[in-house]
């Protein structure tokens, strides 16, 4: 499965610059889903369907 990233922005989120905190993630809360913070560098990555599985799918 071929996988591309995607930068949201060119440099940091705007805003951020000067932050010094680190990137964590938690999944102890409430809706016990895996939560990431302090992300100064986001981006989205995207996962394309292999031939097959797009038959699959249909």
Do not use: C, H
Request: no cysteine; aromatic share 10%.
């Amino acid at each position: 499965m071929q996988q591309k990233e995607i930068k949201l922005y060119e440099r940091s989120v705007p805003g951020s610059e000067n932050w010094n905190w680190t990137e964590d993630k938690n999944d102890r809360n409430r809706a016990n889903i895996m939560t990431v913070y302090n992300v100064v560098d986001p981006t989205l990555s995207v996962f394309y369907l292999t031939p097959q599985l797009q038959l699959e799918l249909q």
